[in-house]
């Protein structure tokens, strides 16, 4: 890794314009993004910024670091494959509730497992803002402001850092979009912490879900120190509101990083195709 310290949040933003709608959570996101690769001291061209689809998964576009827009759901195997070619590469993965843990529930419960290091960021609204609010998996099964579920889902919501925490993610965090630099500094937290990072950001959708506003009264620090420990973790998390912010696991698991064995050189495989 090459470091690069005097980089600045404004060097990591892209000239393009977010087209979220006004009073998204997701522009205090952009903004921890930003000011958290800065602080991590990396240069752009060490960073991979890695997205499926969904509002949130906009984010790599408005990014200055190398970036990959992916399909539904499969961030986390693309980014996965990237730092698993190119471990020199600091790997970000970002998404939404319903990219991550719909169609993509089967990648973040296997990423959780692997470990590999890389970390990813779920901006978490409990809605499906982009096709017009519908509930997603971690919407509550009695929110019945959908014209598609009148009555509620019925159905009990993904609790994503109870998810990831069973599946076996190596650090947990919380936080909370109206917070952006504790956001920032829980993105730094992640990015250093060997093996798979997940950081869940509480981030409003105002637009289909306007209750969301009272999130701000809502969310509270956490009073413990990060659980190093499973059980530890499992015993604070069962207590958990959903509302608590912070570093909430640390382990100390090793990550995944198979012997890499090359045989061929780049100069090889430029000669394949000149002949």
């Known amino acids: 890794m090459t470091v690069q310290p005097n980089l600045t949040a404004q060097d990591f933003k892209s000239d393009i314009k977010p087209i979220w709608c006004p009073g998204c ?4 996101v952009l903004a921890a993004v930003t000011k958290a690769l800065a602080e991590t001291g990396r ?11 969904g509002c949130s998964s906009r984010i790599p576009a408005y990014t200055n670091v190398y970036g990959f827009h992916g399909v539904h759901g499969r961030a986390l195997a693309i980014a996965a494959g990237v730092k698993l070619a190119r471990p020199d590469l600091t790997v970000v993965a970002a998404g939404g509730d319903g990219d991550g843990f719909s169609i ?3 990648h973040f419960m296997h990423a959780c497992r692997r470990n590999v290091d890389m970390t990813y960021i779920i901006m ?9 609010g519908q ?13 598609l579920t009148p009555h509620g889902t019925g159905i009990s919501p993904v609790e994503p ?3 990831a ?28 912490h060997p093996g798979f990072s997940f950081i869940q950001v509480l981030s409003p959708c105002v637009t289909y879900r306007p209750e969301q506003r009272e999130w701000k009264q809502a969310v509270h620090a956490s009073d413990a120190t990060p659980a190093q420990l499973i059980a530890e973790a499992m015993h604070q998390l069962a207590a958990d509101d959903g509302f608590t912010t912070g570093v909430l696991f640390a382990g100390n698991r090793q990550p ?5 064995k090359i045989t061929a050189t780049f100069a090889d495989f430029e000669r394949k195709f000149e002949s």
């Open 104 to 106: 993509g529930g089967n």
């Open 25 to 28: 959570g997701d522009y205090a």
């Open 43 to 53: 240069k752009r061209e060490d960073i991979a910024f890695i997205s499926g689809i």
């Open 165 to 192: 925490l069973a599946a076996g993610a190596n650090f947990i965090a919380r936080g909370f979009a109206g917070n952006p630099n504790e956001v920032a500094r829980l993105i730094v937290e992640g990015i250093n």
């Open 256 to 260: 995944f990083m198979p012997e890499r």
């Open 124 to 132: 978490d609204n409990e809605v499906y803002g982009m096709t017009k």
């Open 161 to 163: 850092v109870r998810l």
């Open 135 to 147: 509930a997603s998996p971690t919407t509550a099964s009695d929110w019945c402001n959908s014209k």
